[in-house]
């Protein structure tokens, strides 16, 4: 009992001071769009979300560890792909992956007042049910990464809500490998389940939370379907040895 009413009254303050904190990055964070260079804008609006997300976790009692980050190589860019277990991932993933790049979103979290303004800035948008908007934003993806840009994708495509550690992945991001000849980068979520459990409503725990970058993936002579499976391989074996750690 005690445990879903803090569960609730955590989950109000973590709402709270998201918002409040979002207004006062929020100037700082649209000088992004004065850059003339692209990549250099957006490579500063993710420092100004990086410290934004850092004072937040830091207010709703979740600190983040960080392994793998010398996996990305100077000068290179990647297709980093994430598990999806809680609305938490999102803030957690794109501001943490070292350098300038940009998230596949829904397009319709962009409609709101504001904060659509933000979410756009750090986003390639597609709305699912539309065939002429996925092809689209698949060549928007592309040009993320011709811009140098890292590109970060959820393969599993929703929250996760079944008792399983992964979903099944859908194939965009290892064709998009493919057709790039850019490596993908797994990125191992962990923490965001119990903070956030999927079948609990507006409900937040204050929890350790965790971002594992693996090794490079190559698809040099692979197939997407290849690569799909190898990559799914690689997050479950090293979701579960993480969360055995814990």
Known sequence: MFKNVFGRFWAFWGLLSFMVTFIIIFLP?????????????QAYFIKVSKSWMQVWLLLIGCPLKIRG?????????????????????????????????????KS???????????????????????????????????????????????PEGTRNRSKEPLKPFYDGAFKLAVESGKEIIPCIITGTRKAMP?????YLWPTRLGMDFLEPVSPNGKTSKQINQEVFELMLNGYRLRINEV
Not at 198 to 202: G, M, V
């Open 29 to 41: 964070s649209m000088a992004s769009h004065l850059f003339r260079d692209e990549k250099k804008g």
């Open 69 to 105: 980050k010398e996996h990305f190589k100077s000068g290179s860019n990647y297709i980093v792909v994430f598990n999806h277990n809680a609305l938490l991932d999102v803030p957690l993933s794109a501001p943490f992956v070292p350098g300038a790049n940009k998230t596949i979103a």
């Open 108 to 154: 319709s979290f962009a409609k709101f007042p504001v904060f659509g303004l933000f979410y756009k800035r750090g986003a390639v948008l597609v709305n699912r049910k539309d065939e002429k908007s996925r092809v689209k934003s698949f060549e928007e993806m592309k040009e993320v990464l011709r811009l140098g840009l890292h590109m970060c994708i959820y």
């Open 198 to 202: 999927i079948h609990k409503p507006f």
